[in-house]
C-alpha cells in the first residue's frame, strides 16, 4: 500500500495449516483498505525415489496431482469466504516458498506480502518465521506477518525507531492498518549504557523522537507514548511489546542490495524469531534489481563455469537457508563454481590468500538462476537444492584478490 492511497493488491501466502484465519483475514483486509485479494499457495517439488535399475522418475505427474486438489481446496474456501464478490484471484506457484511468493508479489503488482507467523509451539514458529524471515530479505514490499486472525485494526502498536526515512516509511504504509484511536509507542534503544554523565545525550534523543514523531503527521485520536530505552534493541522492543500487550509491533528493513538482503539486519532477525506478536516490516526506499534468470539445465555446466571465470578471486557471502536453519560464509574468496554430476553443484572458496580451501557441495540442484544488478554486473547467484536454497552474493569488484584481472 501506498502512503497516502490503499493499496490496490494484497498478496496472502496460505497453507494448509495457515488457511482459515489468513482467508479470513484477507478478507477483512480487503474491506478495510479496498484493495484486490490474490491468495497463493506454493508447493515445494515432490521428492523422487527410484531404485537401481529402475527407469529415472517424474514428478510432473505427482506434481499435477497436488496442485490440482491444493486449487480444489482453496477455491472452495475462498468461494466460501468472499461469496460471489470477485475481490479474490488465486494461483499456486512450485518451488521454494520465499523465492516464488516474492515473484508472485512483483507479477501482480502487491504493495503487501501478508503470511503467517507460525504456531505457538517454539518449533513451529521457528520453522515459520525462517520462512517470512526469507521472503523479507526478498521482498521489495511490505510484509505483514500475522500472529492471529485479523478481525478488526491494530490497537495496541509498538514502532521502532531509528529516525531513518526507513522507520518513517515503515509507519506511514502501516497507518491504514492501525485503529483510529490507536495506542502508539515510538521506541528507540540506545546500546550504550545510561549514566548521569549522559543528561544531555538523552535531551538529544528525547528532541529527536518529538522531531520524528512530529513529522508523521498522525492522525488527531491516536495516543502516542515515546520511549526512550539501553540495551539489546530487539530484546528491549520485545519487552515492551510483552509489557503493553501490543498487537503489532511495525519495523523497517535496511538494505537493498543482494548482501544485505541477506542479512537484513540482526534486530529484524532477532524480532521475527522472537516474537509471538504480529509484525510489519517494511523495507527500504527500494532499488530495482532485476528479476533472477533462471538457466536452463542443459546449460549448466557451461554457464556456472563462465560464472566461476569471470568472478574468480571475488570476495563473496555464501547463504545456505533451509527449513529451520541457516548457514553463512562470510569474506571467502571463490575460487570454483561448477556441475560437479547432473544433480551437483561444487562451491570451492578460499581464505588466507588461497592457502587454505572451504568446499560445498549441493546436492539434489533442481534450479539455478542469476540476479543483476543492472548495468549487466552479475549480483548473486541463487541455486535452489531441495530443501534449501543457497545464495551466493558477490562483495564489490574492488575486493577482488590480485592476480587475475
Known amino acids: 500500500m501506498t502512503e497516502t492511497q490503499p493499496a490496490e493488491t494484497i498478496l496472502v ?29 506454493v508447493l515445494r517439488h515432490a521428492p523422487m525415489m527410484s531404485w537401481p535399475g529402475a527407469p529415472a522418475p517424474s514428478g510432473d505427474g505427482i506434481d499435477a496431482l497436488r496442485v490440482a486438489a491444493l486449487r480444489d481446496l482453496l477455491d472452495v474456501s475462498v468461494a466460501r469466504l468472499f461469496g460471489s464478490h470477485a475481490t479474490s484471484d488465486v494461483s499456486i506457484e512450485r518451488g ?21 507467523l507460525g504456531r505457538h509451539r517454539p518449533v513451529d514458529r521457528l520453522l515459520g518465521s525462517e520462512t517470512t524471515l526469507a521472503i523479507v530479505r526478498l521482498a521489495a514490499t ?23 526515512s526507513t522507520s518513517e516509511r515503515a509507519f506511514r504504509q502501516a497507518l491504514p492498518l492501525l485503529a483510529s484511536d490507536a495506542r502508539v509507542t515510538f521506541v528507540h534503544v540506545s546500546q550504550a549504557s545510561r549514566t548521569p554523565s549522559d543528561a544531555e545525550r538523552q535531551r538529544s534523543l528525547a528532541s529527536r523522537v518529538d522531531e520524528f514523531v512530529a ?16 540495551g539489546h534493541i530487539a530484546e528491549r522492543v520485545l519487552d515492551l511489546a510483552d509489557a503493553l500487550g501490543a498487537d503489532l509491533v511495525i519495523a523497517g ?4 542490495g543482494a548482501i ?16 509471538t506478536h504480529s509484525m510489519f516490516i517494511a523495507p527500504e526506499i527500494p532499488v530495482v534489481h532485476e528479476t533472477p534468470a ?6 549448466w555446466t557451461t554457464l556456472l563455469d563462465a560464472f566461476s571465470q569471470r568472478n574468480a578471486r571475488r570476495r563473496t557471502i555464501v547463504c545456505t537457508m533451509g527449513p529451520g536453519s541457516e548457514s553463512q560464509d562470510r569474506g571467502y574468496t571463490l575460487m570454483h563454481l561448477g556441475c560437479a554430476s547432473r544433480n551437483r553443484v561444487e562451491v570451492v572458496l578460499s581464505e588466507d590468500g588461497g592457502q587454505s580451501t572451504v568446499r ?7 534450479s539455478a538462476s542469476l540476479e543483476q544488478a543492472g548495468a549487466g554486473q552479475e549480483a548473486s547467484l541463487h541455486v535452489e537444492h531441495a530443501p534449501n536454497e543457497t545464495i551466493i552474493s558477490l562483495l564489490p569488484e574492488a575486493s577482488r584478490l590480485g592476480g587475475i584481472p
Open 294 to 299: 533462471e538457466i536452463a539445465k542443459e546449460s
Open 96 to 116: 521454494d516458498p520465499a523465492r516464488m511468493l516474492t515473484k508472485a508479489a512483483r507479477d501482480v503488482g502487491a504493495s503487501l506480502i501478508v503470511v503467517g
Open 13 to 41: 501466502a496460505v497453507t494448509g495449516e495457515t488457511m482459515a484465519p489468513l482467508l479470513a483475514s484477507a478478507r477483512w483486509l480487503g474491506e478495510r483498505t479496498g484493495a484486490r485479494v490474490h491468495v497463493t499457495s
Open 142 to 164: 511490505p510484509v505483514l506477518a500475522l500472529a492471529a486472525e485479523m478481525r478488526q485494526p491494530f490497537q495496541q502498536v509498538v514502532v521502532a525507531t531509528d529516525f531513518s
Open 360 to 366: 560445498r557441495v549441493l546436492e539434489g540442484v533442481t
Open 253 to 256: 528493513r535496511h538494505g537493498h
Open 215 to 230: 513529522r508523521l503527521g498522525i492522525p488527531v485520536g491516536m495516543c502516542v507514548n515515546v520511549e526512550l530505552l539501553d
Open 260 to 275: 544485505e538482503r541477506l542479512l537484513v539486519g540482526n534486530v529484524a532477525t532477532y524480532l521475527l524469531r522472537g516474537t
